[in-house]
């Protein structure tokens, strides 16, 4: 068998990789971080002289997984966290995994080595009126030339994470006080009801936005990020910003979009007494997942409970 490059491996599972997002098998966010991941190792690789896939070794890849890397402002961080490593492991199992599929290779260097224990996850908090009065006040600091008031509004219209990463000023209608998602990996396509909070800076937002943008597609809402992954992630920093100004996430509690999310799916189930309206307005697929949103408990078979 002929010495494949990590180069040419790269280049080969990538295509795959693309193959299958556009399958629907795997996100592009995930198709991006792997490819990023990857892109890393290569460096890290011809550091250390090797710059065959044949020649990663096993200690050659865990030396990579426990690598000292950089923070979202360029710090220095030098024992990453345990969903990094997890990220880095799960790109070179992936690339590994295809490459084999694809005859570039016989190496399996992840094979022995140790599992990334995770922390045990935390119970969601359970925010109240109260505390989205809280977020919203905090939110409007440097409105509009800030895009936090808009990004809360969206979360409070029920968009997630990756919708409002890549929402424009195309998708809304303020007059029918909507937004439209095209919805993302685990959501369905869908307009959202607006709040009278969220038409209001989002018109302020909007009209800042198109005065600064003559030419060119719609401007996007929230982030001018470059790729989806990083989309993303700055939405999560964006709202990580708001629950630290407002003083709901300290160093003892931490204050996620998806609380906010959580909040919109009790709201909508107090209102409707329907688990199909929460999923409906939250773009999901399953009962199930919103039942969790919304911290019902339900029995499909009616066995034991009630179901919506």
Partial sequence: MARTKIRNALLSVARVWQRRATAGELSVETVTLYIQVIERLLRFAEAQGVTCLDDITAELASYFIEAPGNDRHRGVILTPAGGTRRQRRSA?????????????????????????????????????????????????????????????????????????????????????????????????????????????????????????????????LVTAASSAYRSQASVCSGFGDIARRSGLSTGRRKVEPKDVTRYVARKILHETGQLSEVARRLGLSSLDAAAGLAGHRWNPEGEGGEAA
Avoid: Y
Wanted: hydrophobic fraction near 40%; glycine fraction near 6%.
């Fill in 92 to 220: 070179l199992e992936a690339l590994f995994t295809e490459a084999r599929a694809l005859g570039l290779t016989k190496a399996a260097p992840l094979v022995d080595l140790p599992p990334i224990p995770r922390s045990p996850r935390k119970p969601g908090n359970e925010l109240t009126d109260p505390d989205m009065q809280l977020l919203r006040f905090h939110a409007e600091r440097g409105m509009p030339a800030t895009r936090h008031a808009a990004l809360l509004a969206l979360l409070l219209a029920g968009l997630h994470t990756a919708e409002i990463a890549a929402a424009t000023t195309d998708d809304l209608d303020l007059t029918a006080a909507e937004v439209w998602t095209n919805g993302a990996t685990r959501t369905r396509s869908r307009c959202c009801r607006l709040d009278e909070w969220g038409v209001r800076v989002l018109r302020l937002r909007r009209t800042h936005l198109l005065h600064a943008t003559e030419t060119g597609p719609p401007p996007r």
